[in-house]
T-cell receptor, first 112, second 114 residues
């Protein structure tokens, strides 16, 4: 079936640096999401995005986080600056309308 | 506040045995409920979902789940497990039929004994 691609699959970055996580959603999907999963824990909602705007964000979505999808290209999550507690697996998801989310395989981010 | 609880962090069953993974939710209105499976180093895959109607929903790979409003539960079941069912299973809730964030439980890691 259709897939959500996440690039890169792994990223190691120095604390304080900027990182951009890329998500290539399913082509006809309209809603985009980022979730954060710390090792061994549940997946937690960060943000959802529709029609060029953030629709809802959680308290985990700190001021250092931003999302965008310029010109229908990748849906990106940018963290600037990064902190040690940002180490986690970040999952992108997309959906068309009916809550049938398609999840990517995740980007494993390690901040050192 | 809305929440999902999976009381069993780990479950081990023998291959061929039946399975039940428990899920309880807290939400005052009609929930939309999901079960997802996560294999190592992969994203979540949808097993089944409940929106309305028949409280017993069928999913992929012979999984089914039963919604109980009185018990605020949505337990996942399978009559006979296979070794390939070893994975982490997440129950999730959405408050919006068309769109909205998913609230996940803590997950249950299922191990299958040969």
């Amino acid at each position: 079936g259709p897939k959500v691609l996440q690039i890169p699959s792994h990223q190691i970055i120095d604390m304080g640096q900027m990182v951009t996580l890329n998500c290539d959603p399913v082509s006809n999907h309209l809603y985009f999401y980022w979730y954060k999963q710390i090792l061994g824990q549940q997946m937690e909602f960060l943000v959802n995005f529709y029609n060029g705007k953030v629709m809802e964000k959680s308290k985990l979505f700190k001021d250092q986080f931003s999302v965008e999808r310029p010109d229908g290209s990748y849906f990106t999550l940018k963290i600037q600056p990064t902190a040690l507690e940002d180490s986690a697996v970040y999952f992108c998801a997309s959906s068309f309308r009916n809550s049938d989310y398609t999840f990517g395989s995740g980007t494993r981010l390690l901040v050192i | 506040a809305q929440s999902v609880t999976q009381p069993d962090a780990r479950v081990t069953v023998s291959e061929g045995a039946s399975l039940q993974l428990r899920c309880k939710y807290s939400y005052s209105a009609t929930p939309y409920l999901f079960w997802y499976v996560q294999y190592p180093r992969q994203g979540l895959q949808l097993l089944l979902k409940y929106y309305s109607g028949d409280p017993v929903v069928q999913g992929v790979n012979s999984f089914e789940a039963e919604f109980s409003k009185s018990n605020s539960s949505f337990h996942l079941q399978k009559a006979s497990v296979h070794w390939s069912d070893s994975a982490v299973y997440f129950c999730a809730l959405s408050m919006n039929y068309n769109q909205g964030k998913l609230i996940f439980g803590q997950g249950t890691k299922l191990s299958i004994k040969p």
